[in-house]
């Protein structure tokens, strides 16, 4: 069998069942997706919505590319929630897009956004590839002259808009029920969306003799998701409290506005919005999806929230020595040897009890 290593992961995140099948050690080739049938393959896919597993089933080519994009939004929310209480660990465990974080907290919002960013980014970057049918660079940006600035578009342009339409298509069509979480998560699906083609960069290229730049051409590229991660972290820090607004005749949940505020003041489209306080995280608690903090690394003497004050919640830690042994002092001898000392240092690592 083919070895796809980077994609072994996603797959075993994404077909738990199929590797399950395989024996261990062996793995799963993406012309094994595809020969084992999009039909099997999709049902098999825990947590999809009907409208998912129908896109699933007619592009089974994207299937692959929407996962990693939300792996790599799990990626980047445990990157980012490193060093705090909630480190994103309910998320990914089971599937990319079977659990959800039962609390409607900025903590959902921001699982969300980067998740929906994440499947936008990665199918936008696969077009640009040519991995994916149905799309490629952006056509609309080829040849087109910018009289005022005196470039024109060329090379590949990143088609952000379809990777955009795409993640709507496919992370939006798991709302299904018609409650006031769907509306949170459609505005920070969008959000997040909005943040990563708000980002998008344009690069320049000058053409003449010796970099007279008598002609420019311009394109433009996706960010590094790295940076979208951090604005997202921001816009958590910053997050907006909302309340629905029952305005339809069926009093069905139509839009959101902000909390405490008597007039009607919609959140901005790029707001990250929740409806639910944030549990503390602190304690394992089943009906929150917290994991609690018991057994987390923390730092005996930082005052912010990696600091085993804050980490444990008052509940102290447990001080593990060990013995660091690394190499150190080499020296290159001639010829042809590196002769090095061994090196220790006593450490200590706390954890919260
Ligand atoms: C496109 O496909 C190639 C070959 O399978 C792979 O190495 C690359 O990572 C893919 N790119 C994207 C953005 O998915
Ligand atoms: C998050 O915390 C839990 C326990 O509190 C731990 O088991 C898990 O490894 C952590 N995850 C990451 C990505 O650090
Ligand atoms: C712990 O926190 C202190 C203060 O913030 C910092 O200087 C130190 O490098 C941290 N230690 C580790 C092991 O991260």
Redesign the pocket.
């Known amino acids: 069998m083919i070895l796809f290593s980077?994609r072994s992961v996603l797959l075993s995140v994404y077909y738990p069942q199929i590797f399950l099948i395989l024996t261990s050690g062996s793995y799963l080739a993406l012309s094994s997706v595809v020969a084992l049938g999009a039909n099997i393959i999709c049902n098999k896919i825990p947590g999809l919505a009907p409208r998912q597993r129908a896109i699933c089933q007619s592009r089974p080519d994207a299937i692959i590319?929407i996962g990693?994009g939300a792996q790599m939004g799990i990626n980047e929310c445990q990157y980012q929630f490193r060093y705090g209480r909630w480190n994103c660990s309910a998320l990914g465990e089971k599937t990319v897009f079977g659990q959800e974080l039962r609390v409607g907290s900025r903590e959902a919002a921001f699982t969300y956004a980067i998740t929906a960013a994440g499947v936008a980014h990665?199918v936008t970057?696969?077009c640009?590839?040519g991995?994916l049918s149905n799309c490629g660079c952006d056509r609309e940006k080829q040849g087109y002259y910018n009289q005022e600035e005196g470039w024109k578009w060329g090379g590949c342009s990143a088609d952000i808009r379809y990777g955009i339409e795409f993640s709507r298509r496919f992370v939006d069509a798991r709302e299904i029920k018609k409650n006031a979480r769907r509306l949170m998560n459609l505005h920070n699906n969008e959000a997040g969306r909005k943040v990563l083609e708000e980002r998008m960069k344009l690069e320049c290229k000058c053409h003449g003799v010796s970099g007279s730049c008598t002609t420019k051409t311009c394109w433009t590229t996706l960010p590094k998701f790295r940076e979208i991660g951090y604005i997202l972290k921001e816009k958590y820090n910053a997050a907006v409290q909302v309340e629905v607004v029952r305005a339809s005749r069926l009093r069905q949940p139509t839009f959101l506005k902000i909390k405490q505020i008597k007039s009607y003041q919609k959140p901005m489209e790029t707001d990250l919005v929740y409806i639910e306080k944030s549990p503390n995280y602190c304690e394992e608690d089943a009906s929150t999806g917290s994991v609690g903090t018991q057994g987390r690394l923390c730092n005996r003497t930082s005052p912010n929230a990696d600091g085993c004050d804050m980490m444990c919640c008052g509940r102290g830690y447990n001080t593990h020595q060990y013995t660091k042994v690394w190499q150190c002092n080499c020296k290159f001898h001639w010829c042809c040897f590196v002769k090095c000392n061994t090196c220790s240092e006593r450490t200590e690592v706390f954890t919260c009890k």
């Open positions: 980077s590319v990693e990665a970057a696969a640009s590839q991995n």
